[in-house]
């Protein structure tokens, strides 16, 4: 019989990371957080999540939305967590020596960590899309929103008038106008020679 190989009906990426030096006990805890949501979702959640296993996922999660971009032309948005899984990697054996000549065994354990996006169905992205559009969130509403903010601002803007350059009008102030008290003047000019004799 002849090997028959289908493409999968949904297209996606994936993104491995060998020999994380986490035990797959505790990787696992979170991947079960992501598994099943979208990617922006699956970004966000990990950003709040407390576990130090939290950022080596997070990571994982981008090389994998590099993949689906770069490799397969498809954008994030339309991207969720299909499979996430966790397998165990060797164990380095170390020890701890103790009293009474006793020695404790420590296990440094590794895992290797796969995180598998597969693109959304055709159906649910278009209910995905009329309620993006319902709430008012969405790229394309983002868009057609500043379309809209354009063309309100170049049609409320007036158009600039040209006028002639000519030179500046200066208002002539008399000196008569200024108000200065000639008594005041005269005054200070003769305290000036005063203050010197002495």
Request: charged share 40%; aromatic share 0%; hydrophobic share 25%.
């Given at each position: 019989m002849a090997n028959t190989t289908t493409k999968p009906a949904n297209p996606?990426?994936?993104?491995t990371v060998r020999y994380l030096h986490t035990s797959p006990y505790k990787v696992r805890q979170v991947l079960e957080l992501v598994r099943g949501l979208p990617v922006g979702d699956a970004e966000r959640l990990l950003q709040l999540c407390e576990k130090d296993a939290a950022d080596d996922v997070l990571k994982l999660l981008g090389s994998a939305i590099a993949n689906a971009e770069h490799n397969s032309a498809l954008p994030a948005d339309e991207l969720f967590v299909a499979l996430a899984w966790a397998d165990e990697g060797p164990t380095r054996k170390h020890g701890?020596?103790?009293a009474r000549g006793r020695y404790f065994r420590i296990r440094k354990r590794t895992s290797h960590v796969t995180i598998v996006l597969e693109r959304f169905a055709a159906d649910e992205l278009e209910v995905r899309?009329?309620?993006?559009?319902?709430?008012?969130?969405?790229a394309a509403?983002?868009?057609r929103r500043r379309a809209e903010r354009v063309r309100r601002s170049r049609a409320t803007e007036p158009e600039p008038e040209t006028e002639e350059v000519g030179e500046p009008?200066?208002?002539?102030v008399a000196v008569d106008e200024v108000g200065v008290d000639d008594a005041a003047v005269d005054e200070a000019t003769e305290s000036e020679p005063e203050a010197e004799k002495e």
């Open positions: 996606g990426a994936r993104a701890q020596p103790r899309q009329r309620r993006e559009e319902a709430t008012g969130r969405g509403v983002a868009q009008e200066v208002d002539e």
